[in-house]
Structures are given as structure tokens and as C-alpha cells.
């Protein structure tokens, strides 16, 4: 048996971090990712797909990544099912992530290019892919 999904896209908004009762960190977020496809108007559709990332992981994107950010998601897909407060049975589907990276230079509040966890810019090799 094989589950994995490996996703790029934009977050659509900031992660939200929360901790459980027993203080393990675990930062919610979605990813905005085109489909490769036009649809019959010519335009591209993107799926909306709610990722979740425990322990450290989840440290780190709860503080690094923010809305707008591009990031790449490698993880499992998880269905899980719950009862809401109508009563109703719902299931949610979501990519538990087993990693995350930041394809993207955070932003200033200008729009320029921040430094990178205190790397100046000019001591970064001229190879990077971003």
C-alpha cells in the first residue's frame, strides 16, 4: 500500500497554531495548488487543500511561513470523520505533512526581499533556485 501526496502551492492565509492538551505544537494551514489543466473557458481552477503539521514541523511553519508564501508539502492523505453539532456525519480530508519547504523569500513589508534567517543576501550563493 502506498499514500503519499506531494504538493506546491501558496498559502491562502496564515497557519493557525494551536497545541493539544499535552502541549504537542500542530500548525493548520491550506494551500492554494493549480490544476495543470485549462478548464472549457480557458481558465486554470485551483483546489483549496487543507494541510496539518505536527511536533517541530509544525513549530517551523507556524513561524516562518505566512499568506502569499509558496511552499512545497510532502505527506499522507488523511480522511477522517466526525460527528458537527447538528448532529450530522462529516468527513474532512486533509495532507498530514512529513515535510514542508519554503520555495519562496519571505516578504517585507514593502515588497522586497527580507533576509533569510539572518543570512545576508549578499552571502548567498548565486546557485540557490529562489
Not at 11 to 34: H, I, K, N
Not at 60 to 84: C, D, F, M, P
Not at 104 to 110: G, I, K, M, T
Amino acid at each position: 500500500m502506498l499514500n503519499r501526496v506531494v504538493l506546491i502551492g501558496r498559502l491562502t492565509r496564515d497557519p493557525e497554531m494551536r497545541y493539544t492538551p499535552q502541549g504537542v505544537p500542530v500548525a493548520s494551514f491550506t494551500l492554494a495548488v493549480d490544476r495543470p489543466f485549462s478548464n472549457q473557458q480557458g481558465q486554470r481552477e485551483t483546489d483549496f487543500i487543507d494541510c496539518i503539521a505536527w511536533r517541530k514541523l509544525g513549530e517551523t511553519v507556524g513561524n516562518h511561513l505566512t499568506k502569499g508564501r509558496l511552499a512545497a508539502v510532502e505527506g499522507r492523505l488523511q480522511i477522517r470523520s466526525y460527528e458537527a453539532q447538528d448532529g450530522t456525519k462529516r468527513r474532512v480530508a486533509e495532507v498530514v505533512c512529513d515535510s514542508v519547504r519554503f520555495l519562496d523569500r519571505p516578504r517585507d513589508a514593502q515588497g522586497g526581499a527580507m533576509e533569510s534567517f539572518g543570512a545576508d543576501e549578499t552571502e548567498l550563493p548565486d546557485d540557490l533556485p529562489f
